[in-house]
């Protein structure tokens, strides 16, 4: 599967994005799918995944409330809408595919990647 991510800018604090993740190759309910990010400096980190089927959700404490997931099957693609922006959720945004867990909360857990999304929150 190839996956291509967008949407990401420039936004300030308190802002909001929507990110997408374009799957092709193969349809996104093949696999669990997660968004991750990484900072300069700093690991690559997951900020919330999907299920295969779609009922199992994971955030990370620092965006619960702020960022929701969800996927449009017939459209096979991933999004990520991010609300109430903050400057420390500055990274380049990934998306990833899984064929091997039920939801990737690791890197090593994916086993394909997009190029990645900037996205920079200003203060």
């Known amino acids: 599967v190839q996956l291509v991510e967008s949407g990401g800018g420039l936004v300030q604090a308190g802002g909001s994005l929507r990110l997408a993740c374009a799957a092709s190759?193969?349809?996104?309910?093949?696999?669990?799918m997660g968004w991750f990010r990484q900072a300069p400096g700093k690991e690559r980190d997951v900020v919330a995944a999907i299920s295969r089927s779609g009922e199992n959700i994971y955030y990370a404490d620092s965006v619960k409330g702020r960022f929701t997931i969800s996927r449009d099957i017939a459209k096979n693609t991933l999004y990520l809408q991010m609300n109430s922006l903050k400057p420390e959720d500055t990274a380049i945004y990934f998306c990833?595919?899984?064929?091997?867990?039920?939801?990737?909360?690791?890197?090593?857990?994916?086993?394909?990647w997009g190029q990645g999304t900037q996205v920079t929150v200003s203060s």
């Open positions: 190759g193969r349809t996104l309910s093949s696999y669990a």
């Open positions: 990833a595919a899984a064929r091997r867990v039920i939801v990737p909360t690791r890197t090593y857990e994916c086993d394909y």
